[in-house]
C-alpha cells in the first residue's frame, strides 16, 4: 500500500509539473502575440491619435515615447502575472536623467522592453530590422529611435541626443549575448558615450535560466520559471576618460573599463 501511495504522489508531481511547462509555453506564445498585435495597435491606433493632440514636434515625440513605455510596462506585467518570467529592477528609479547614458548587457530578447518600460522618456540605439517590421516599424519612426546602422552619422545622432538632454539606452554588444560565451562590447557605444553623455550608467542583466537568446526560438522555453534581474550600478563620469587622452584612445579605455565591470559584476 505505502508502495501505491508513494507512486501515485509522484504521478500528481509528474502531472503538475507537466502542466505548469505547458501553461508557461501557452503564455510564452500568448506575450509574443500580444506584442505583435500592441505593435500594431501603436502604429495604427494609439500613436495616430497620440499625434493629432496639440503641441510641438516635441511634444509628439515625448508622448510616443511615453505610450511605448506605457505599452511595454503593461508587456513586462502580462509576462510576470501569467507566470512567464518573475523580475527585480534594483535602481531603476535612477535611470531616466538629462544626457544619462544607460548601457546594458544582452542576454534576451526581452532586456529593451524591461528597460524601455522603466524609463518613460528614453531614446534607445535598436536593430535596423525594426525599421522593416510591420509591427514594429511605426512606433521606432514616431518615437525618434536610432538605428543600429553602424555608421558615423550614426554615433553623432546618438551623441546629439544625449547633449539635447534625452537618456539614451545602449547596448554595446550590439546582438544578444551567445549562451555561455562572455559579452563582447564595441567600441561604438564608448564613442557615443565620450561625445555627449553628461554620465554613465551600467545596468547588469541576468536572465535565469536563459531564454530568448540568440540561439534558442521562442518555444524552447526552460523547464522551470525565468527569473530576470536588472541593477543599476554605480554612475560613471565620461571625464575620468576624456580629460588627457585624444578621443580614440579615450574609447579604447572606457571600452575597456566597462567589458571588465560588466565582466565582474556578471560573474556568478
Given at each position: 500500500m505505502e508502495d501505491t501511495s508513494m507512486d501515485l504522489a509522484a504521478q500528481s508531481v509528474t502531472?503538475?509539473?507537466f502542466g505548469n511547462y505547458l501553461w508557461r509555453l501557452l503564455a510564452t506564445g500568448a506575450s509574443f502575440l500580444l506584442f505583435g498585435l500592441g505593435g500594431l495597435s501603436l502604429r495604427l491606433v494609439v500613436l495616430p491619435l497620440l499625434g493629432l493632440l496639440p503641441g510641438d514636434a516635441l511634444a509628439r515625440r515625448r508622448r510616443a515615447r511615453m505610450a511605448i513605455s506605457k505599452a511595454f510596462y503593461l508587456h513586462v506585467q502580462f509576462m510576470y502575472r501569467s507566470g512567464v518570467l518573475e523580475y527585480e529592477f534594483q535602481?531603476?528609479?535612477?535611470?531616466?536623467?538629462?544626457?544619462?547614458m544607460v548601457i546594458a548587457n544582452h542576454p534576451s530578447l526581452i532586456d529593451v522592453v524591461?528597460?524601455?518600460a522603466h524609463i518613460r522618456d528614453a531614446n534607445c540605439v535598436v536593430k535596423q530590422s525594426l525599421w522593416r517590421n510591420p509591427c514594429t516599424r511605426g512606433p521606432v519612426y514616431r518615437a525618434q529611435y536610432i538605428s543600429n546602422n553602424g555608421s558615423p552619422e550614426m554615433l553623432e545622432q546618438a551623441a546629439d541626443a544625449l547633449r539635447e538632454g534625452q537618456t539614451l539606452i545602449v547596448f554595446p554588444e550590439g546582438t544578444r549575448t551567445t549562451p555561455n560565451q562572455a559579452p563582447v562590447f564595441h567600441r561604438g557605444a564608448a564613442a557615443i558615450a565620450l561625445r555627449g553623455a553628461r554620465v554613465?550608467?551600467?545596468?547588469?542583466?541576468?536572465?535565469?535560466?536563459?531564454?530568448?537568446?540568440?540561439a534558442e526560438p521562442w518555444y524552447r522555453i526552460p523547464e522551470r520559471r525565468v527569473r530576470v534581474t536588472l541593477r543599476a550600478g554605480?554612475?560613471?563620469?565620461?571625464?575620468?576618460?576624456?580629460?588627457?587622452?585624444?578621443l580614440p584612445i579615450a574609447s579604447r579605455r572606457l571600452n575597456a573599463y566597462l567589458h571588465s565591470l560588466f565582466m565582474k559584476e556578471l560573474s556568478p
Open positions: 502531472r503538475s509539473g535602481g531603476a528609479d535612477r535611470l531616466g536623467r538629462p544626457g544619462q524591461f528597460l524601455i554613465i550608467t551600467p545596468v547588469f542583466i541576468t536572465v535565469e535560466p536563459t531564454t530568448l537568446t540568440k554605480q554612475d560613471i563620469s565620461p571625464d575620468t576618460f576624456n580629460a588627457d587622452a585624444p
